[in-house]
Every structure is written in structure tokens, then in C-alpha cells.
């Protein structure tokens, strides 16, 4: 038990689908990130939520579009994606963002069809 | 800005040998540097992290690193491993003076234990 739970574990969409990625920390910290992790990539950096504020965006296509309705919680809203996005997606959440360690979910795994 | 290189893509072993992963990273400033460890169909966990101090840091099932300012490197070692201990192994550096909020992870080394 990581603190930090993401639903669901495993998603198939097609590419005209919506769907909601759901991240969910028991941890009481004030930052909570989004992260793609591609096969023989490094992990990228998608989002950064600081008290519910998005401080950094990191050049993601807006069919990506997250929430962050409390510092808890954090959503990626998905739509009309590309085969290209299927990838393990990642939530972390750290006490601050000013480098202290994160703590992981296990991630849900998209395919795009 | 800052940047990481796992040298090693994979690494086979057999159970009971001593292993050693590396990284190098680039920074211009003060930099905190951690390991994770991605078993599979799992998120990341959390092995061990430098922030100050002691060079040398232990962390969770016998995993230690040490930190070399010199050489900029952060290489991750266990004298003797186990079968569980194949995983995928991330370095991360996390730039310190700066307001950057990125982790920023390397392309990770996936460590084979075998019998």
C-alpha cells in the first residue's frame, strides 16, 4: 500500500472515446503529479499540482486535460487520443514540490485502439 | 539544466552475486538524487534518496548508493541479491536551487537475477 491509489489499473479506448483517469493520495501531501511512461523512454513529466494549482504544464497536448479539484484528488480527462498515447500513466504526490521524495500508484495502463 | 544516464539498459546476474547499477547525471547546481525500483505491472517505489550529509546512503532490502560530487555519480550497489530483486531500476535527480519541479528520471536499468 503506496498511499497512493490510481483507477483503473487498465484502460482500453478507442480513439473517439472520453474517459477519466483517477488518482487518489491518503498521504496528506500538497503536490500531486502526472506522469507517461512509454516503452524505452524515461518517464516524462506531464503535469504539476501544487495546492491545487497547476504550476507546470509540460507541453502537453490539450487532449490531455487535467483536475485537481482538492489536494487529494487529480483527474486526466482524456479524449480523442492517438494510438501513440497508449502508455502506463503515472501518479505521484510529494509533501511539497520543492524536492522531496514522491510516492507512486501503480499506474493505469491505456491502450488506444 | 539537468539531465541522467543510466549506462546500463540491462544488467543479468546470478542470485547471490554482487551488483552494481550506474548512473551519471548533469546539473549546475545542488541536486538531490534518489533510486527507484518499478517491479512489473507496479508503480515506482521509493529505494533510497541523498539530499545532505553522509555520502554513502542506505537504503530498503540491502540496497546502499553513494554519492560522488567529483565524478557526478550516484551508483547503486548490493552486495548480494536475490531472485526478487529483478526489477527495473530508475535514478532521478531533482535540482535543488532551482524553482524547477521536475524529477527528472533516467531511462532506467532492468536487473535480471538468475538462478
Known amino acids: 500500500e503506496t498511499g497512493v491509489t490510481q483507477t483503473p489499473r487498465h484502460l482500453v479506448m478507442g480513439m473517439t472515446n472520453k474517459k477519466s483517469l483517477k488518482c487518489e493520495q491518503h498521504?496528506?501531501?500538497?503536490?500531486m503529479y502526472w506522469y507517461k511512461q512509454s516503452a524505452k523512454k524515461p518517464l516524462e513529466l506531464m503535469f504539476v499540482?501544487?495546492?491545487?494549482?497547476?504550476?507546470e504544464n509540460n507541453s502537453v497536448p490539450s487532449r490531455f486535460s487535467p483536475e485537481c479539484p482538492n489536494s487529494s484528488h487529480l483527474f486526466l480527462h482524456l479524449h480523442t487520443l492517438q494510438p501513440e498515447d497508449s502508455a502506463l500513466y503515472l501518479c505521484?504526490?510529494?509533501?511539497?514540490?520543492?524536492?522531496?521524495?514522491?510516492?507512486f500508484g501503480q499506474g493505469t495502463r491505456l491502450t488506444v485502439v | 539544466a539537468q539531465s541522467v544516464t543510466q549506462l546500463d539498459s540491462q544488467v543479468p546476474v546470478f542470485e547471490e552475486a554482487p551488483v552494481e547499477l550506474r548512473c551519471n547525471y548533469s546539473?549546475?547546481?545542488?541536486?538531490?538524487l534518489f533510486w527507484y525500483v518499478q517491479y512489473p505491472n507496479q508503480g515506482l517505489q521509493l529505494l533510497l534518496k541523498?539530499?545532505?550529509?553522509?555520502?554513502l546512503v542506505k537504503g530498503i532490502n540491502g540496497f546502499e548508493a553513494e554519492f560522488n560530487k567529483s565524478q557526478t555519480s550516484f551508483h547503486l550497489r548490493k552486495p548480494s541479491v536475490h531472485i526478487s530483486d529483478t526489477a527495473e531500476y530508475f535514478c532521478?535527480?531533482?535540482?535543488?536551487?532551482?524553482?524547477?519541479?521536475?524529477?527528472?528520471f533516467g531511462k532506467g536499468t532492468l536487473l535480471t537475477v538468475n538462478p
Open positions: 498521504l496528506g501531501h500538497n503536490a
Open positions: 532521478a535527480v531533482f535540482n535543488s536551487g532551482g524553482s524547477n519541479y521536475k524529477l527528472t
Open positions: 499540482y501544487s495546492l491545487e494549482e497547476r504550476v
Open positions: 505521484a504526490s510529494s509533501q511539497w514540490t520543492g524536492g522531496t521524495e514522491a510516492f
Open positions: 541523498y539530499l545532505s550529509g553522509s555520502t
Open positions: 546539473s549546475s547546481v545542488s541536486v538531490y
